[in-house]
């Protein structure tokens, strides 16, 4: 399928300090200027709170080569959907609508948006052991149906997308937001990914700020696996995702300040190119 | 705009009794038999729930002209969108994809699909004194985006909305799920419209089943707001709206045993014809 518009996918961190309402104002601007955009959000830190509130508390695992995941258990996922499907994907509609953008949220789930292969079980390392979990609702992404969102954009519809996906067999799966933006812009070739975050980019020394990585290409992403650190792991690898499956380039940067999409495209944070 | 489909549009209760999983099965059956179908929820008594365990209980209120209706200020209108967008939309997809129908959920805040003016303040009626309530998250629905609908079904999507609209200025509101899905009905010029619920119609002698009404006329309708108890009014009201709008005939049916829309499609439950 040849893509004639230029897309634009931005990811918002579900991180405290992230500032949602610069990110719309943006959006926003970059809209009436023509940009076409789809939005891909988070929402642990929500997830968080509202297990906290409810007694559900969440639980972050580990895997044997160090990737921090949550639990999803069917409780944790019931949980994730409130929080993220219900509270954060509607109010994020809500804010571009009262910017006069029309904007339609979606989760993964929905149209068999983001399709993921569930993950029945998983390894984890606990107290420095090996242990099997299993009963998790989350999935490795597998497929992004372009025709649903190709669809929406040209009837004017800003996609904001939540970060959960269908299984083979329909179940609903918690999917990485960062990975899933990926797996997004990659499957519209998109121009540009920009993975806003609470931090200026990628760092060599975290958090030392004057360590930034101003520019990297895919093939410095191995060794940036090494010394990115916690969730920054996740966005080196959504950059490889991305790149591979044909965005042309990916932007690590800052969401807490105004107009951080613009400051991104106009250099701001990390850029890595193919 | 013509529509050659004869579309059926169906609203599940949020009332504790009404059986989602059979709702389900019998939608995909009648999916699979060709009918167009739309389906509209609700979710009080998870928004209750919700709004329980997090220490934001509900509060209800009621109109000089005796309806009754939640009181929705900001934090009430975030445990619902949790509630309603988050839990209840998303599982409903979840059933309905694992029974192989691409369910597609929405909010009727999404892309505008329905629009609604909002009561910037309500009159209610408390301890017999009229009083004047400000803040309030909730609206009289003004309009349905047929055509994002359209392309939906016509994508091959099932769409399963969630009662919320979109005030003009953008704001999200709480809208009554019987006469959202009745404004659905009507703006498609539905077939028929099923509002199935916990009860097996409409009793002339709430709670004497042995007073159902089996068949009514719209020009009835005025008459059963007298005898319409509780939340059967907005169904009664729901019903009038929906045939006004051009809807064939609405059902008002019992949503609590097996097949429980083609029960009320062969003769259960209340028809109400123009």
Redesign the interface.
């Known amino acids: 399928m040849t893509l004639s518009n230029p897309y634009l996918v931005v990811k918002l961190g579900g991180t405290e300090g992230v500032d949602f309402s610069a990110i719309c104002k943006d959006v926003a601007r970059l809209i009436s200027e023509g940009q076409k955009l789809v939005l891909v959000h988070g929402g642990s830190a929500e997830a968080n709170a509202?297990g906290e509130?409810?007694?559900c508390p969440p639980r972050f695992v580990t895997s044997p080569s160090g990737y921090t995941s949550r639990y999803t258990d069917r409780d944790t996922l019931?949980v994730f959907?409130?929080?993220?499907?219900?509270?954060i994907?509607?109010?994020l509609?809500?804010q571009?609508?009262?910017?006069?953008i029309?904007?339609?949220?979606?989760?993964g789930?929905?149209?068999?948006l983001v399709t993921a292969q569930r993950k029945a079980s998983i390894r984890i390392i606990e107290n420095g052991k090996q242990k099997i979990l299993r009963d998790d609702y989350t999935g490795k992404i597998t497929g992004v149906n372009i025709?649903?969102l190709q669809?929406?954009l040209e009837?004017g519809?800003i996609p904001v997308i939540a970060p959960?996906a269908?299984s083979e067999?329909?179940?609903?799966l918690n999917v990485d937001a960062d990975r899933a933006a990926a797996m997004i812009a990659g499957a519209l070739k998109a121009e540009t990914l920009v993975l806003l975050t609470a931090v200026p980019g990628l760092m060599r020394s975290f958090p030392d700020e004057s360590s930034l990585i101003k520019n990297l290409t895919v093939r410095q992403l191995e060794e940036a696996l090494n010394f990115a650190q916690g969730r920054m792991k996740k966005k080196v690898l959504g950059a490889q995702e991305a790149l591979e499956g044909g965005t042309g380039k990916v932007i690590i940067a800052d969401g807490r300040f105004d107009q951080p999409i613009s400051n991104a495209l106009s250099g701001a944070g990390t850029t890595i190119v193919p």
């Open positions: 509202l509130a409810i007694g019931e959907a409130m929080a993220v499907n219900g509270k994907n509607t109010f509609v809500e571009l609508q009262m910017l006069g029309n904007a339609l949220g979606l989760s789930l929905d149209g068999k025709s649903l669809t929406l009837g519809f959960m269908v067999a329909g179940e609903a």
